[in-house]
């Protein structure tokens, strides 16, 4: 039984036996299943994505179906390659990390249709492990301070930014009329949460700004990775 099992894992190219399309099929499936537990454990809130995630998994067995389709047939695999350069991916990629994980089943399915299960199953747990361990890391997030004043206050408002946040609140956009002026700032969301200068940690930003006076709106927008895309 063991020699068996050793033949059938040994078994490349040439006409396959059903066993061995079964096997090479069935580990896919097996490596498949850690790559979307993989994307479900490193994913989280709205950017989780079910069909994204079972969509890798049919990925993977669908790319080991060609491999064995394909074998050592130079015809068919060069056939295969311009049949599929037609297809055109449409698709917007939410967080980049999912490009990681198309290409892992693509990989993945490559070598199980190629039989070497030892090079899918090998790389397949050193990736799972650096995506459980770094997979949850997200980016700062970053708001945007919008407020609308009269020209009056232009100083006064550009002076308190400045004194709350230093240099870390960056201008982006300075909109004017003949009446009034329109700012917005980007700010990582740590220092909104606690400013630079400790002189300002007695009141919050909105209640010093509306006692400029003049302000007709004060808008704070917090993006990050849940909304990004």
């Known amino acids: 039984m063991r020699e068996y099992l050793y033949q059938l894992l040994e078994t490349t190219g040439g006409d396959l036996s059903g066993e061995v ?20 454990l490193s994913h989280s809130g709205s950017v989780y994505s079910a069909k994204f995630n079972v969509s ?25 390659v311009g049949a599929l350069s037609i297809v055109r991916f449409r698709t917007a990629i939410k967080d980049s ?51 609308r004043t ?3 206050n232009e100083s006064k408002v550009e002076s308190l930014i400045f004194n709350y946040y230093n240099r870390k609140a960056i201008l982006r956009a ?4 003949g009446d009034s002026v329109e700012y917005i700032y980007e700010l990582n969301g740590k220092y909104l949460r606690k400013p630079v200068s400790e002189k300002s940690m007695e009141k919050s930003i909105t209640d010093a700004v509306y ?10 927008v917090v993006q990050n990775d849940e909304i990004s895309g």
């Open 97 to 147: 990390r999912d490009t990681v994980y198309i290409f892992w089943a693509i990989v993945v399915g490559i070598c199980c249709g190629a039989g070497d299960y030892i090079t899918a199953s090998m790389g397949s747990a050193f990736v799972f492990i650096v995506l459980l361990l770094f997979g949850r890391i997200r980016n700062d997030n970053r708001a945007l301070l919008i407020l």
């Open 174 to 177: 300075k909109n004017t009329t």
């Open 56 to 80: 890798l998994a049919a990925l993977t067995i669908i790319t080991t179906t060609v491999m064995i389709v394909i074998g050592n047939n130079i015809a068919l695999s060069l056939g295969m």
């Open 150 to 152: 009269a020209r009056i």
């Open 211 to 220: 006692e400029i006076g003049g302000i007709e709106y004060f808008n704070i």
């Open 21 to 40: 399309i079964v096997l090479r099929l069935a580990v896919s499936v097996i490596i498949a299943a850690f790559i979307f537990l993989s994307y479900r």
